[in-house]
């Protein structure tokens, strides 16, 4: 997540979903998450789904690595910004590039 902010604090977790006013109000991102072939046959997106219990829309993937050897998935998470917050920080914890996909059709989504 610093890839998307370009900072490492709390408080830069918190601008992903800053229009969220209430912890408990559902709010939603687009992502690109990078994924070192050493890491295609960890259950990532399972992860995301069962312990931080977002809601994760598979909406590209490449699992094979590239010339770089990396897959990547671009994926939208939905949940809570504590949710999303938590899941981004695993996201992290791995050392995945992260990158936030823009708003393209001038929809609802935060990037």
């Not at 006013?21 to 295609?40: G, M, N």
């Not at 914890?93 to 990037?111: C, E, Q």
Request: aromatic share 10%.
């Amino acid at each position: 997540m610093a890839a998307l902010n370009n900072q490492t604090n709390s408080q830069a977790r918190l601008s992903l979903v800053s229009s969220v006013y209430a912890k408990s109000q559902v709010t939603q991102i687009r992502l690109r998450i990078h994924i070192p072939k050493y890491y295609l046959q960890v259950p990532v997106i399972s992860q995301l789904i069962s312990v931080y219990g977002l809601v994760v829309n598979i909406t590209k993937a490449l699992l094979q690595p590239n010339i770089d050897g990396e897959g990547y998935f671009d994926i939208e998470l939905r949940g809570t910004a504590p949710q999303i917050c938590s899941g981004l920080a695993y996201l992290e914890s791995l050392n995945l590039r992260i990158v936030g996909k823009p708003n393209a059709d001038g929809d609802s989504w935060f990037y």
